[in-house]
Structures are given as structure tokens and as C-alpha cells.
């Protein structure tokens, strides 16, 4: 099992559209969790922390399941800007390592 | 204005040719990175540094070098030893050593000519 699993994706929607995507990891000790935005060929920007009673900010609403090892993000209301790769990343919790991304998962909104 | 700069932006290599990539912030962070991006595929980790004169190899190691001798900076040498180097260079920078959030800088493009 990969560490950090995304689906890749492409997401086509409509503007209004409600969409979520999900991300499993393997290493149940890891402790932290955030998705990153991406939008292409240039570089990610962190767009929320994921904690563990859920959080949201706007538009955006990140959850965590640690029983079943995945995260999840919910975009409301979808805006064309919203158009980019949206990257899950774990902190394994782990000396000598760093966080891990996964590969992405791309989204393009349409008008 | 804070930030982490990267350059250049783009950049191509000959056959067997040493590159360097420069990475400079001052935002004032102890722990910096370097992360390759193929295609398609997720940030894979290069080498990372966590105080001045100190550096750790992340998971594709092979193929580059780094040095850390001023907090602010963080060069990444692309070796001839890097048979595959064509990717999306990224360096990062995170205040803690938890490293939980990364600024990342606006990236190199390495090409082989």
C-alpha cells in the first residue's frame, strides 16, 4: 500500500458544484494531516490543516478519519478559480523523515 | 517582503554538466528542502537541512549534493551522476521542526539538452 493515496482525478464540474476529494494513508501514527493546492507549474501552497474534530475555512471543509486512515476535502460552491491539483500531505510523525505528498488530485471547473 | 527565492527559473543542462540551483529565504526558518516533481507524480524528497552545516538525504538522494553553510541559503547541485534530471525543482523552507508547513519557492525547471 502506497503511503499517502490519492485520487488522481481529473475532476470536470460546473461552477456551484459541490465536490470532495479523499486521500488515504498507510502509517497510522502519523499525526498530521493538510492539503496543499497546486496550480500548474508553480508551486504548492498549504491551503488548510486537517485536525481531528474537522475543520472549515469558507468554502472548504477538511476532515479526518483516523480509524479508516483517510482524509477528506469538501469544496462547496465551486468557483472557476478553484481550477488547480489539490495535494494531500501527511506528517508521519517520524525522526529523519519529512512530510509526504501525495501525487495530487486535479480539478477543473467549468462555466 | 519574506519569501523563499529560487533561480533561475529555468534551466538546461548538457550531457555530464554539474548544475547548481540557488535557493535563498529570509524568513528567518531553520529547516529548508529540496523536493523534484515529475509529471503526473507527487513531490519526492531530495535532501533537507535542519540547521546550518547539517543536511539529511530524503528518498532520491542519488545524483545530487547540497551545502548548508548560511541559514539563509540552501544550493542544490544537480551531479552527472543524475542520469534522469528533467523535472520541477522545488526548495522549501518551515519555522518548525515539527516541519508541518512548508513555503515553497516558485520553482526551477531543469531540461537536458
Known amino acids: 500500500r502506497k503511503e499517502v493515496e490519492q485520487d488522481p482525478g481529473p475532476f470536470n464540474v460546473p461552477e456551484g458544484a459541490t465536490v470532495a476529494f479523499n486521500c488515504t494513508y498507510s502509517n497510522s501514527a502519523s499525526q498530521s494531516f493538510f492539503w496543499y493546492r497546486q496550480d500548474c507549474r508553480k508551486e504548492p501552497k498549504l491551503l488548510m490543516s486537517?485536525?481531528?474534530s474537522g475543520n472549515e475555512d469558507g468554502r472548504f471543509t477538511a476532515q479526518l478519519n483516523r480509524a479508516s486512515q483517510y482524509i477528506s476535502l469538501l469544496i462547496r460552491d465551486s468557483k472557476l478559480s478553484d481550477s488547480a491539483t489539490y495535494l494531500c500531505v501527511v506528517n508521519p510523525n517520524q525522526a529523519g523523515t519529512a512530510l509526504i505528498f501525495g501525487k495530487g488530485t486535479t480539478l477543473s471547473v467549468s462555466s | 517582503d519574506g519569501g523563499i527565492t529560487q533561480s533561475p527559473k529555468y534551466l538546461f543542462r548538457k550531457e555530464g554538466q554539474n548544475v547548481t540551483l540557488s535557493c535563498e529565504q529570509n524568513l528567518n526558518h531553520d529547516a529548508m528542502y529540496w523536493y523534484r516533481q515529475d509529471p503526473g507524480q507527487g513531490l519526492r524528497l531530495i535532501y533537507y537541512s535542519q540547521i546550518v552545516n547539517d543536511f539529511q538525504k530524503g528518498d532520491i538522494a542519488e545524483g545530487y549534493s547540497v551545502s548548508r553553510e548560511k541559514k539563509e541559503s540552501f544550493p542544490l547541485t544537480v551531479t552527472s551522476a543524475q542520469k534522469n534530471p528533467t523535472a520541477f525543482y522545488l526548495c522549501a523552507s518551515s519555522t518548525d521542526r515539527r516541519r508541518e508547513k512548508l513555503f515553497f519557492g516558485s520553482g526551477t525547471q531543469l531540461s537536458v539538452l
Open positions: 486537517v485536525y481531528s
